[in-house]
């Protein structure tokens, strides 16, 4: 039964599950052996922990929990093997180090792996390294499109104090740049003068901004903090697509 589950299961997570704690469509904290009183888009159902047993009270609980018709997300500090099944992800707690998310997916058998993620840059961060959703505080309007089908992109973005998470989206390979909660604004500069114009997005909107040449990199100027993070996409130019694609093509 645990292959049709999974399956079903990929299908209803969203890539962006708005924390507890966000002002707009939060998901619901359910503690363990707990029913919600509140209508929620999902579930957070805490767990039995390492060392605990697992109850045929815990299999009733949760099959109770995903009659509702929403997504169900458990959470604990190691996921309980016979839980799984009865599962549409699971998110550790404490939130692993992005290193480990590769032996947590194995752990999962194929069950997807939600991670917490404080802010829109490190949610950037987490979806490259592996994680299938993250759990933000009141993610921006859209965060959730911008995000799908993320993969880890070899050339990091930088600025002033350092790196930047990039990532390269797989539908249309646009680039994407996680801007950190408490980030000032200013120039962000990525590899190479191929890149075309680029959209930030975060609590304040959405805003275009046009290329700039910094040397033989692309540099694109954040006018504005952006307090609780953001993202900035990339687009790859149809030229630039075209030129990959027929690189591609070449090889053996």
């Known amino acids: 039964m645990l292959g049709p589950l999974v399956l079903a299961a990929a299908a209803a997570l969203p890539v962006v599950i708005p924390a507890p704690e966000s002002r707009e469509h939060p998901w619901v904290v359910a503690p363990r052996l ?3 009183a509140e209508a929620s888009p999902g579930f957070l ?3 039995p922990g390492p060392g605990e047993t697992v109850t045929e009270a815990d299999l009733a609980w949760l099959v109770e929990l995903a009659a ?11 996921p ?3 839980l799984l099944p009865y599962l549409d992800g699971f998110l550790p707690d404490p939130a692993p180090d992005l290193d480990g998310l590769e032996y947590l997916r194995q752990a999962l058998i194929g069950v997807p792996l939600v991670v917490r993620a404080p802010d829109p840059g490190a949610a950037v961060a987490a979806l490259a390294a592996g994680a299938a959703a993250v759990v933000v505080p009141d993610p921006p309007q859209g965060l959730a499109d911008v995000l799908a089908g993320l993969l880890p992109e070899r050339d990091a973005a930088g600025w002033q104090d350092g790196l930047l998470p990039t990532a390269m989206r797989e539908a249309d390979l646009a680039t994407v740049v996680g801007l950190p909660a408490g980030f000032p604004g200013g120039l962000v500069v990525l590899p190479g003068t191929w890149h075309g114009e680029s959209e930030v997005i975060s609590a304040q909107g959405r805003e275009t901004l046009a290329p700039g040449r910094v040397g033989g990199n692309t540099g694109y100027v954040i006018p504005e ?3 609780a993070g953001g993202v900035l996409v990339v687009s790859r130019p149809v030229t ?3 030129e990959l694609v027929g690189v591609a093509g070449e090889r053996p």
């Open 34 to 36: 707990e029913m919600p």
């Open 45 to 47: 159902a805490e767990l």
């Open 68 to 78: 509702v018709g929403v997504p169900v997300v458990g959470t604990s500090a190691a």
């Open 80 to 82: 309980p093997a016979e």
């Open 225 to 227: 903090s952006v307090p």
């Open 240 to 242: 630039a697509l075209r």
